[in-house]
């Protein structure tokens, strides 16, 4: 490849992305690809800032507010794209958990379709591939509630929010011709499933 292969993976809490991510990546290394993870939030320089917004509005919800955090994030996605992943090496597949949506913007006033056009504005690097991870809410929410941190959610508090974020966030998939993955069975399915996706791109890539 004389690029890198940009991969995105988003999705509602406890839908295994974590996990999902970290068998892709031993997966694709295991094949010879040189791999390299990255996290939206903590390649964020300002997301000290953001996260101080977020727990203001979820203390007081104001539409205002909601919308100057999703340009907020947007404009750590183009800073993001413009300094990060242009470093990353030719020949290497970037995985970065989150990249356009997240919980928050789903249960926000905000319209998905808005914030997706906040970061196509401020040429925020669309990725080569984006995946949606999903499982029904009852088996996320329990995944999520069970783990050693809780749900660990500013914005998201209740099963019913979550159920309304999952639905929303699976529109989204499909409305934008995203990959599908229903981590619902085990974790090699899925990954496989991935991977055979990755494969398809870097052999349609330049070499």
């Known amino acids: 490849m004389n690029r890198p292969l940009f991969v995105a993976f988003d999705g509602p809490k406890g839908t295994g992305k ?4 970290e068998a892709v990546t031993q997966a694709l290394r295991a094949e010879g690809n040189k ?11 300002f997301r000290g ?4 917004l977020v727990n ?9 507010l909601e919308l100057q955090i999703c340009q907020r994030l947007a404009d750590s996605r183009a800073w993001i794209s413009q300094q990060i992943l242009p470093k990353q090496p030719a020949d290497s597949i970037i995985l970065i958990d989150r990249w356009y949506p997240s919980d928050a913007a789903f249960r926000r ?7 997706l056009q906040l970061n196509l504005e401020r040429d925020v690097q669309v990725p080569d591939l984006h995946v949606g991870v999903v499982t029904a809410p009852s088996i996320s929410w329990a995944r999520a509630a069970a783990r050693s941190r809780g749900l660990n959610s500013t914005v998201m508090h209740t099963l019913q ?5 999952s639905e929303t966030f699976e529109r989204a998939v499909a409305e934008h011709g995203w990959v599908l993955c229903r981590n619902e069975g085990s974790v090699e399915d899925a990954t496989k499933q991935i991977v055979a996706e990755v494969q398809s791109l870097v052999v349609g890539l330049p070499i």
């Open 18 to 21: 974590t996990t999902l991510l």
């Open 35 to 45: 791999v390299v993870r990255l996290c939206e939030k903590k390649s964020d320089p």
């Open 49 to 52: 800032e953001t996260m101080a």
């Open 56 to 64: 203001q509005v979820a203390r007081t919800p104001c539409a205002d």
């Open 109 to 115: 006033l905000v319209p998905f379709a808005q914030i």
């Open 161 to 165: 929010e979550h159920v309304a974020s």
